[in-house]
């Protein structure tokens, strides 16, 4: 049995999802890029005027365009003012990671009920396992990528993606955008030559800007270049597992798993007392444990890479009741103080007479700092999101309001 893995990236990500609720922009160069104050604006007669890039001054970069946009020349990356040289009617749109994450997390569940083994490989791409889904062998996942194609678009409300169905995840990471968008790609052992080999090298992903100029300053351009090399000078050159990579990446070899995982719904610490404490009478070891568990949290989620935008508090009484308590964010963050100031507040939801047996702080509505901060350095100043208060703002009120009966 033939391995089959599918690579799925959504077209133009950012941008197609703006045109869903802006579908009187289809068809026009777009750009995803702007702050808030490039806000479309309602007009009294219903319809909207949009910013335009000729109009723009800053020092925002674009995190992506529509393809009638990257027919102008105009891409991710570039800085805006570059960009309205070169298409000044272009529309310009602020950024709203908010929502391109729920139709993240929308397409991705599409895809799941119908092929189970997925890798997030971030926002908008997946690789997928389809190796076991019955039927797959018979046509090579063709009938397979193209139900998830449906599924995405069907549960997106019209989103596009394209798909590239390969033995492997490096030739299918470069066989889903041969036919963007709204492409799907199907490559045998046999399309080795003809379709991979005369790629431009750097597009293999694992070839970055340093080795690829390494490889031309060798005279080595294309992926075909490194194949015909001989695999001895590669590691003579490039070391011994980045040559031995190159030669095994070059003939379209690779054996990584899809390796799959789970998005954590939430990252919570808590601790149950050796003897129950009360909030009035323990309040110097009750608020010293608080601001430890903020504190603990605040790190697991940098080590696992989160940040959260809501912050909950859960407490066990000496009749082991449990009560619970959230509170939302205006935006995500992992910072240990903004997170203890956050369960300050809700503690204050809750009574406090009876003793606590047990204190846990949760946080919940989890991005990935990848999420966060790649777009956000990619977009400049004006889409940063706040993941850190200015320390300057805290006081630290332990059990700030007194507990009725106290
Ligand atoms: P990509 O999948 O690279 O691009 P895309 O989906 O916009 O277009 P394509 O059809 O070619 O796949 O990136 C996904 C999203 O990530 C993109 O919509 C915006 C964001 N992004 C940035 O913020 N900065 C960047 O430099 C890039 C490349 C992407
Ligand atoms: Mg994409
Ligand atoms: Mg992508």
Redesign the pocket.
């Known amino acids: 049995m033939v391995r089959l893995i599918a690579h799925l990236?959504?077209?133009?990500?950012?941008?197609?999802v703006e045109l869903l609720r802006y579908p009187d922009l289809r068809g026009r160069a777009v750009v995803?890029g702007g702050g808030r104050r490039h806000q479309p604006v309602l007009r009294a007669d219903g319809t909207r005027s949009y910013a335009l890039l000729r109009d723009y001054t800053g020092r925002g970069?674009?995190?992506?365009?529509t393809?009638e946009a990257r027919a102008l020349g105009v891409f991710?990356?570039m800085g805006v003012m570059k960009a309205a040289k070169l298409a000044p009617d272009a529309v310009l749109l602020p950024v709203d990671f908010d929502e391109?994450r729920k139709y993240s997390k929308q397409f991705k569940a599409a895809v799941r009920a119908l092929a189970p083994v997925v890798e997030d490989r971030?926002?908008?791409?997946i690789y997928i396992d389809l190796t076991d889904v019955p039927g797959v062998q018979l046509d090579a996942g063709r009938a397979i990528a193209q139900q998830l194609k449906d599924a995405v678009f069907e549960a997106t409300g019209g989103l596009t993606c394209?798909i590239g169905v390969t033995p492997n995840k490096l030739l299918s990471k470069l066989a889903s955008?041969f036919d963007?968008?709204d492409g799907l790609t199907l490559l045998g052992p046999d399309d080795l030559e003809t379709r991979i080999w005369p790629l431009a090298a750097k597009k293999v992903n694992g070839i970055g800007p340093k080795a690829s100029s390494k490889l031309a300053s060798f005279e080595l351009h294309t992926v075909g270049d490194i194949a015909a090399a001989d695999p001895h000078w590669l590691v003579e050159h490039f070391g011994q597992s980045y040559g031995a990579w190159l030669h095994a990446a070059s003939h379209g070899r690779d054996e990584r798993p899809v390796v799959t995982f789970s998005e954590p719904q939430s990252i919570s610490r808590e601790t149950t007392f050796e003897r129950d404490l009360h909030a009035v009478r323990d309040r110097a070891e009750l608020g010293r444990i608080f601001t430890e568990l903020c504190e603990q949290l605040a790190g697991d989620l940098a080590r696992k890479g989160y940040a959260s935008r809501t912050i909950g508090v859960k407490l066990r009484f000496d009749d082991f009741k449990i009560v619970t308590r959230d509170l939302s964010l205006p935006a995500h963050t992992l910072d240990a103080r903004t997170i203890r100031r956050a369960a300050g507040e809700c503690l204050k939801r809750v009574d406090l007479t009876r003793r606590l047996r047990l204190l846990g702080v949760r946080a919940g509505a989890l991005a990935t700092l990848a999420e966060l901060v790649?777009?956000q350095a990619?977009?400049g100043a004006d889409a940063a999101p706040a993941l850190r208060e200015p320390a300057a703002s805290y006081t630290l009120p332990l059990f700030d309001s007194a507990p009725p009966g106290a």
């Open positions: 990236d959504m077209d133009a990500f950012y941008a197609s995803i970069v674009i995190t992506t365009s393809y991710s990356a391109y971030g926002v908008d791409e394209s955008e963007k968008p790649a777009p990619a977009s």
